[in-house]
């Protein structure tokens, strides 16, 4: 049986990464969470390289766009795909996230097959 795929999902907001876990777990997948992106670049500074790194947009300190340019420095992530997942449906976040070079930008309230599907898609394509 082949591993689980990882998933790294970054949020401030706790019930939202609660929530989400569940969720991908109940589809396959073992989930790290982490409630800001200090806390995942730590976490990806020592530990297993994920499949997929998913992030909310709206964080304090370091928001969605802060951490993919951080995470994307490290050439070990570059070709890891990274999603915003975001309650800001805004077209002109959705381009800069599409001009720095963000695999999906997903907006919540989150459709879990959907998202299920993207990250199939993506990780097939590594």
Do not use: C
Not at 25 to 34: L, M, N, P, R
Not at 87 to 92: E, K, N, T, V, Y
Not at 98 to 108: E, P, R
Request: cysteine-free.
């Amino acid at each position: 049986m082949p591993a689980q795929p990882k998933v790294l999902y970054i949020d401030d907001e706790k019930t939202s990464l609660d929530v989400l876990k569940f969720g991908l777990e109940d589809k396959g997948y073992a989930v790290s969470t982490f409630l800001s992106g200090q806390e995942a670049l730590d976490h990806l500074s020592k530990d297993e390289i994920p499949d997929v790194i998913i992030a909310d947009l709206r964080m304090s300190p370091m928001n969605g766009f802060e951490l993919y340019e951080q995470v994307k420095k490290n050439n070990k992530f570059i070709n890891i795909p990274f999603f915003f997942l975001t309650g800001m449906d805004d077209h002109l976040a959705q381009k800069y996230g599409q001009t720095l070079g963000v695999d999906a930008y997903v907006t919540k309230p989150v459709d879990l097959d959907n998202l299920d599907a993207i990250i199939r898609r993506k990780i097939s394509k590594k």
